[in-house]
T-cell receptor
């Protein structure tokens, strides 16, 4: 599938904000998702955004979408140690049917 | 409770010994899919199914088979496993609409010796 790129690692201090970035190449991407994977666990859907939106906020999570630059970000406010996990960006479009095209994941480490 | 279940959760086997990983969902979802997760490669789709008796290849189908005889079940079959199929496998399901999100199972860690 088309490329979805993420930085591999991010380290923040507890209480700070985390920003995880993602870029994608498929201009027909319609839906963009953020999944969280804790150690030894499956994937948990955190939030998603439709391509006709610029921003979506859900409690501590804010998703920003810059469709022109094909850039997606996930901001976690007041980051806690329990937020330490791998975060996957994924995109889905009508060309790929129902398949999710994932990035390789960003490992977030939250230090006390 | 709405969920996707996979069995087994962990499996160690030897090269060439046929195995099946089961996947079941209780949400009446039409779409089901299998992914494998490998370090440095992220998640890649193996096969997917749009509905009963409808299956299609994903990005990495070689060495795998699937079947969809019932809506709730989507087993992944490795006829002759090889060490390069050692991986973490996830099953996922979603309703029919493109707008719907996918729900993932807990994963199956497979080691092929």
């Amino acid at each position: 599938g088309e490329d979805v790129e993420q930085s591999l690692f991010l380290s923040v201090r507890e209480g700070d904000s985390s920003v995880i970035n993602c870029t994608y190449t498929d201009s027909s991407s319609t839906y963009l998702y953020w999944y969280k994977q804790e150690p030894g666990a499956g994937l948990q859907l955190l939030t998603y955004i439709f391509s006709n939106m610029d921003m979506k906020q859900d409690q501590r999570l804010t998703v920003l979408l810059n469709k022109k630059d094909k850039h997606l970000s996930l901001r976690i406010a007041d980051t806690q140690t329990g937020d330490s996990a791998i975060y996957f960006c994924a995109e889905r479009n009508s060309n790929s049917g129902y398949a999710l095209n994932f990035g390789k994941g960003t490992s977030l480490l939250v230090t006390p | 409770e709405a969920q996707v279940t996979q069995n087994p959760r962990y499996l160690i086997t030897v090269t060439g010994k046929k195995l099946t990983v089961t996947c079941s969902q209780n949400m009446n979802h039409e779409y089901m899919s299998w992914y494998r997760q490998d370090p440095g490669l992220g998640l890649r789709q193996i096969y997917y199914s749009m509905n009963v008796e409808v299956t299609d290849k994903g990005d990495v189908p070689e060495g795998y088979k699937v079947s969809r005889k019932e809506k709730r079940n989507f087993p992944l079959i490795l006829e002759s496993p090889s060490p390069n199929q050692t991986s973490l496998y996830f099953c996922a399901s979603s309703p029919s609409s493109l707008a719907d999100t996918q729900y993932f199972g807990p994963g199956t860690r497979l080691t092929v010796l």
